[in-house]
Antibody, heavy 121, light 107 residues
Framework: EVQLLESGGDLVQPGGSLRLSCAAS????????MSWVRQTPGKGLEWVSAMSGGGASTYYADSVKGRFTISRDTSKSTLYLQMNSLRAEDTAVYYCARYYSSTWYHYFDYWGQGTLVTVSS | DIQMTQSPSSLSASVGDRVTITCRASQDISNYLAWYQQKPGKVPKLLIY???TLQSGVPSRFSGSGSGTDFTLTISSLQPEDVASYYC?????????FGQGTKVEIK
């Protein structure tokens, strides 16, 4: 059974840093592209970042480029999102999502339960 | 980047009504479009991919159509369990932009 379990969400001050983790099970991380998607409370979905199954390609939304870094540890079957220079507008529930294939030219077939990041002083 | 525009942003319909949600892409995305359903307090769930292919286990009252820039999600007979927000997403290239969502309620 495919499972994605996010962790690391917390309350952080503006300008601070946080690292989110997504523990994957039931499949091989390197066989699927993975993504982070966020949702501001009561609002819509925003695609944040993605990594290809091979791990060589990454992509970022303009809103987080230069501040966020996606990475993974295949030995731990875990995807990460390092978030630096956090802003109030980064406050959201962050979801880890699996692409159907090894590239991001597909849809999301599995989602995690999400982890809440709150940026506030 | 390609923008995705959904309409309406919300709707209220009676049980048994036919409901249609529209999604428009700012550029041609062929059929690289998915629809997701998010019930209150829940995680998004894939309904339709490739614009018109129903995901396994999704009730047949849901259908999708369109290609290029204009797409629709139709619920043929609205049920109480269909109360949710619905999002389209394009995936022909990164970023995988979502529409702003349509909230469906029962009248």
């Amino acid at each position: 059974e495919v499972q994605l379990l996010e962790s690391g969400g917390d309350l952080v001050q503006p300008g601070g840093s946080l690292r989110l983790s997504c523990a994957a099970s039931g499949f091989t991380l390197s066989s699927h592209a993975m993504s982070w998607v966020r949702q501001t409370p009561g609002k819509g979905l925003e695609w944040v970042s993605a990594m290809s199954g091979g791990g060589a390609s990454t992509y970022y939304a303009d809103s987080v480029k230069g501040r966020f870094t996606i990475s993974r540890d295949t030995s731990k079957s875990t995807l990460y999102l390092q978030m630096n220079s956090l802003r109030a507008e980064d406050t959201a529930v962050y979801y880890c999502a699996r692409y159907y294939s090894s590239t991001w030219y597909h849809y999301f077939d599995y989602w995690g339960q999400g982890t809440l990041v709150t940026v506030s002083s | 980047d390609i923008q995705m525009t959904q309409s309406p942003s919300s709707l209220s319909a009676s049980v048994g009504d036919r409901v249609t949600i529209t999604c428009r892409a700012s550029q041609d995305i062929s059929n690289y479009l998915a629809w997701y359903q998010q019930k209150p307090g829940k995680v998004p769930k894939l309904l339709i991919y490739a614009a018109s292919t129903l995901q396994s286990g999704v009730p047949s009252r849901f259908s999708g159509s369109g290609s290029g820039t204009d797409f629709t999600l139709t619920i043929s007979s609205l049920q109480p369990e269909d109360v949710a927000s619905y999002y389209c997403q394009k995936y022909n290239s990164a970023p995988g932009t979502f529409g702003q969502g349509t909230k469906v309620e029962i009248k």
